[in-house]
């Protein structure tokens, strides 16, 4: 397994370079099979909305066919459908115009369906055994990812061991307190796992999850073929 460390001057170079990582790498799968495809995990987030601004730009000029790319979610927070604070709505919005193959894209249920607990088992049930060619995650200051947090049940409902494939998180010590999260042995069998953090207040968690330190949730993580860092020098500041 490799590590690869992307780092940019600032947060708004850092998301267009990860959407331009996203179109070469999901470009080079498609282009290996002409029925490939492409399973990409997204993240929520600031940087992660601009990076789906851009690729919603790129993928719609791009080498890449946005028909044949499968797009599901690391985590969710459970609130209603339409909620600003949804991780996919945004994204969807942003990705849509591109082309995307509708039946394709797998957001996590809201609250205005099934219960918690029972949104949990209906995305594991849709997610059946998929592997993500590409995961990407966010890292949280306290070094969280996806909704799996440090000295938290969640982290001990979906660690290495865990039997499910998504979990449903109760007070979460990130508002608000209930959702819904892949698992780390969902997210470790990705081919690729992408780490993406801005800013200074990053720096320490970054540090930690590069050495892979197991006191932080990212430090948990790894992709099967390569994980990828990508960061802007300010969440960088403390790699050695």
Request: hydrophobic share 40%.
């Amino acid at each position: 397994m490799e590590t690869e460390l992307e780092i940019f001057d600032d947060a708004d170079t850092l998301a267009a370079g990860v959407s331009e990582g996203l179109v070469r790498r999901i470009s080079e799968l498609q282009r290996e099979s002409n029925t490939k495809i492409v399973s990409v995990c997204l993240t929520g987030g600031t940087i992660a909305g601009k990076v789906h601004e851009l690729l919603g730009a790129e993928l719609a000029d791009g080498p890449v066919d946005p028909y044949r790319i499968a797009l599901w979610w690391g985590d969710e927070r459970f609130v209603p459908t339409g909620s600003e604070d949804r991780n996919a709505e945004p994204a969807i919005s942003a990705l849509t115009p591109a082309g995307l193959d509708q039946a394709l894209v797998h957001p996590m249920p809201s609250s205005d369906g099934v219960d918690l607990d029972g949104a949990a088992q209906a995305y594991a049930a849709e997610l059946g055994d998929t592997v993500f060619d590409i995961c990407l995650l966010g890292i949280g200051p306290d070094g969280h990812v996806a909704s799996l947090f440090p000295d938290h049940p969640s982290l001990a409902a979906g660690g290495e061991d865990a039997a499910a494939r998504v979990i449903a998180v109760r007070d979460s010590p990130k508002p608000p307190p209930e959702r819904i999260s892949l698992t780390l042995p969902v997210i470790n069998a990705s081919q690729q796992v992408w780490l993406v953090a801005a800013g200074q207040g990053k720096a320490e968690a970054v540090a930690k999850a590069y050495r892979q330190d197991p006191s932080v949730p990212a430090g948990r993580v790894h992709g099967n073929e390569a994980t990828w860092y990508w960061l802007d020098r300010a969440a960088a500041a403390d790699l050695d």
